[in-house]
């Protein structure tokens, strides 16, 4: 299973992005899929997360500005970001718990993308 995410880049403070990423390979069906980022010196955490019956969860640092959308048939989920403040700025990795049979799962993770915000 290989996840590939795309969509980062640069903006100004206040703009917007929206990243993407692809799940592919032998993939019975995926519980989770989410957004995690990491900046520099700091660790990873949380960005958003979407779950197979729509549930979303939020970590506090983003709620109000993205939003994340699972479009389960093409195995992708998408991050909506608005608002963007300098202190997004960060490698954003896309990950997701992935059965690749009714009785075995796994965590997969993507290569990152990074989101840079500066004027």
């Known amino acids: 299973v290989q996840l590939q995410a795309s969509g980062g880049g640069s903006v100004q403070p206040g703009g917007a992005l929206r990243l993407s990423c692809v799940a592919s390979?032998?993939?019975?069906?995926?519980?989770?899929m989410g957004w995690y980022r990491q900046a520099p010196g700091q660790q990873r955490e949380l960005v958003a997360a979407?779950?197979?019956?729509?549930?979303?969860m939020y970590g506090e640092a983003v709620k109000g500005r993205f939003t994340i959308e699972r479009d389960i048939a093409k195995n992708t989920v998408y991050l909506q970001m608005n608002s963007l403040k300098p202190e997004d700025t960060a490698i954003y990795y896309c990950?997701?718990?992935?059965?690749?049979?009714?009785?075995?799962?796994?965590?997969?993770w993507g290569q990152g993308t990074q989101v840079t915000v500066s004027s």
């Open positions: 990950n997701a718990d992935v059965k690749t049979s009714p009785y075995h799962h796994k965590w997969f």
């Open positions: 390979g032998n993939i019975y069906s995926i519980d989770v």
């Open positions: 979407a779950i197979v019956a729509n549930s979303t």
